[in-house]
């Protein structure tokens, strides 16, 4: 029954029945992806020759522009090429990959876009976490542009639009598991032992690692 539910889901394709949300969540990977793959694409290869501050080239004034909020962006920044190098390789094709599996149902569409949605927050995280923790050296917050359009618009979108996308198959795969789990056999007791171990490891490991790492602080400083 789970088999011919999401066979009859795929085998349909195109726009014209998909809802108002399903339709701007196909328009919003088009964007995303094509951002991550032309706009930082441009970012990456020019940090990797160039930089954007000595480039002539449209995507070089862009960057410029940027970097006047954020100076990392026109120069060679370890950690931004590293965030933008995941995000062109991976996230920018991956995007693409989930507009084509909404356009054509097809069921993987959900796995893909948590996944990308988590690398998105995550990137957002990344890029402007260490900074902070420095005390925002690279960042201009004396103009409001600079403050609410560059540094806190431009990088929002990435971080709240992905979370509701990431809420969205959160609760798709969740219903999915559901379903498939009442069509199935229990789990056997050695699975579930299995399970009970592996979720023990993890939890004891959570509940060690800080007071571990606090020791070690604490002894390098003696």
């Known amino acids: 029954q789970m088999g011919s539910k999401m066979a009859s889901g795929s085998g349909s394709r195109g726009m014209h029945d998909m809802g108002f949300f399903t339709r701007l969540s196909f328009v919003w990977f088009i964007i995303d992806g094509l951002t991550h793959l ?72 959900h796995a893909a876009q948590l996944i990308v949605c988590f690398g998105e927050i995550y990137g957002g995280v990344m890029t402007f976490g260490p900074e902070w923790v420095m005390g925002s050296p690279a960042l201009d917050t004396s103009n409001w542009v600079y403050t ?20 969205e198959s959160w609760l798709q795969l969740t219903r999915a598991c559901a379903i498939a789990k009442s069509e199935v056999k229990q789990p056997t007791a050695i699975s579930q032992l299995w399970v009970n171990v592996l979720v023990g490891s993890l939890v004891l490991y959570m509940i060690l690692l800080v007071p571990i790492l606090a020791w070690k602080v604490t002894a390098d400083e003696q």
Not at 42 to 57: C, E, Q
Not at 62 to 71: H, S
Not at 148 to 167: D, G, M
């Open 38 to 109: 032309i706009i930082e694409g441009s970012y990456l290869y020019m940090a990797l020759t160039v930089t954007p501050n000595k480039s002539d080239s449209i995507f070089g004034v862009i960057w410029r522009e940027y970097a006047k909020a954020d100076a990392r962006w026109g120069i060679r920044d370890g950690t931004i090429i590293s965030m933008e190098f995941m995000t062109v390789v991976i996230e920018g094709p991956m995007c693409i990959m989930i507009a084509y599996a909404i356009y054509n149902r097809l069921p993987w569409r």
């Open 148 to 167: 609410y359009i560059y540094l806190f618009w431009f990088n929002f979108v990435w971080v709240i639009v992905p979370a509701i996308l990431l809420v």
